[in-house]
């Protein structure tokens, strides 16, 4: 069998370089140099710069922006021990920063990319050029992260209460028992809105929810935001931490104030009673230690609504 004619070989290597061109992939060869010896109509495509303009450029001088730290990191094992690495959208999401332009990913600004650094060898079998291969994974990653935002989601659902952003009060009882068994000083704070069932039949629900809403926001100024719960209907609950009896009742009591504040301006009075339940060296449980804060509150409803009261024995 006769070897190929020439216009044959030059046939192949024109429908090579057709194939290498058109695929719908990036492909960069690079020189040790890191100057551009291939760029390929996918990379002209999104990045604008045409072949004839990349051909013997510097990468970093075509694209400023690009870690040239980072990529010559990665790039150098390549040359010296012929080895390829790649780079996944997870870990970055780009190397190159071109605009997302697929209509279905609209909402991604950019394009994710994957990315694989392959070794190419000379006849002399020395690493002198490079090919890296650029995927567009912008579909991958957009539905990847829709996920992963659904998820923080539900996680947010499972254990924030929608009206206050509050913890709910499973979530928060765990955090509690956590608090307990870290030995801290620290008082549990229980607030219970006076007559909130009667202010419901005189006020909108719209109102009444802006009521549980501002008191929400309040209390997440207390501290760390895991600290604050909507224990239920119109109940609070806040472990201040550190925090000792006589400051705690300061703390109360302001906020006490705050919530009467917040019917200055209507003919319907807006109260609250509150319980203040320091933890004891023999307190034994973080259970007990909340029913403390129970007792108080009951006795500040007790006493006269619109009060604050401090667990004593």
């Given at each position: 069998m006769s070897d190929k004619s020439e216009a044959d070989t030059i046939k192949d290597i024109h429908w090579l370089m057709d194939i290498l061109q058109n695929i719908d992939v990036g492909l960069v060869v690079l020189d040790r140099n890191y100057?551009?010896?291939?760029?390929?109509?996918f990379m002209e495509g999104h990045s604008g710069v045409s072949p004839q303009l990349a051909k013997g450029k510097n990468l970093f001088s075509l694209f400023p922006d690009l870690d040239e730290a980072w990529f010559?990191?990665?790039?150098?094992?390549v040359f010296q021990l012929k080895t390829r690495t790649f780079t996944i959208w997870e870990q970055r999401p780009y190397l190159f920063h071109f605009r997302n332009s697929r209509p279905i990913t609209g909402r991604s600004k950019?394009?994710?990319q994957n990315t694989s650094i392959i070794p190419l060898e000379s006849v002399t079998r020395q690493a002198d050029h490079l090919c890296v291969i650029i995927y567009d994974v912008t579909d991958t990653a957009v539905g990847k992260l829709d996920i992963s935002r659904a998820n923080?989601?539900?996680s947010e659902i499972q254990v924030r209460d929608t009206l206050t952003g509050l913890m709910n009060k499973s979530a928060w009882l765990t955090v509690l028992e956590s608090y307990y068994a870290s030995q801290k000083q620290g008082c549990l704070l229980l607030l219970d809105m006076d007559?909130?069932?009667?202010?419901?039949?005189?006020?909108?629900?719209?109102?009444?929810?802006?009521?549980?809403?501002?008191i929400g926001a309040g209390l997440k100024t207390l501290g760390d935001e895991q600290h604050a719960a909507r224990f239920g209907g119109e109940i609070f609950s806040v472990i201040l931490a550190e925090k000792e009896a006589e400051e705690a009742m300061q703390i109360a009591e302001k906020l006490r104030r705050s919530v009467f504040s917040l019917g200055k301006n209507s003919q319907h009075t807006i109260s609250a009673s509150i319980g203040v339940a320091e933890r004891?060296?023999?307190?034994p449980s973080a259970s007990e230690w909340?029913?403390?804060?129970?007792?108080?509150?009951?006795?500040?409803?007790?006493s006269g609504r619109n009060r604050t009261s401090l667990f004593k024995r």
């Amino acid at each position: 069998m006769s070897d190929k004619s020439e216009a044959d070989t030059i046939k192949d290597i024109h429908w090579l370089m057709d194939i290498l061109q058109n695929i719908d992939v990036g492909l960069v060869v690079l020189d040790r140099n890191y100057e551009v010896q291939l760029w390929n109509a996918f990379m002209e495509g999104h990045s604008g710069v045409s072949p004839q303009l990349a051909k013997g450029k510097n990468l970093f001088s075509l694209f400023p922006d690009l870690d040239e730290a980072w990529f010559k990191q990665k790039a150098e094992p390549v040359f010296q021990l012929k080895t390829r690495t790649f780079t996944i959208w997870e870990q970055r999401p780009y190397l190159f920063h071109f605009r997302n332009s697929r209509p279905i990913t609209g909402r991604s600004k950019f394009m994710y990319q994957n990315t694989s650094i392959i070794p190419l060898e000379s006849v002399t079998r020395q690493a002198d050029h490079l090919c890296v291969i650029i995927y567009d994974v912008t579909d991958t990653a957009v539905g990847k992260l829709d996920i992963s935002r659904a998820n923080q989601t539900l996680s947010e659902i499972q254990v924030r209460d929608t009206l206050t952003g509050l913890m709910n009060k499973s979530a928060w009882l765990t955090v509690l028992e956590s608090y307990y068994a870290s030995q801290k000083q620290g008082c549990l704070l229980l607030l219970d809105m006076d007559h909130f069932r009667d202010l419901n039949h005189a006020l909108s629900h719209q109102q009444c929810d802006e009521i549980l809403r501002r008191i929400g926001a309040g209390l997440k100024t207390l501290g760390d935001e895991q600290h604050a719960a909507r224990f239920g209907g119109e109940i609070f609950s806040v472990i201040l931490a550190e925090k000792e009896a006589e400051e705690a009742m300061q703390i109360a009591e302001k906020l006490r104030r705050s919530v009467f504040s917040l019917g200055k301006n209507s003919q319907h009075t807006i109260s609250a009673s509150i319980g203040v339940a320091e933890r004891l060296a023999d307190t034994p449980s973080a259970s007990e230690w909340l029913s403390n804060a129970d007792k108080a509150l009951y006795h500040a409803k007790e006493s006269g609504r619109n009060r604050t009261s401090l667990f004593k024995r």
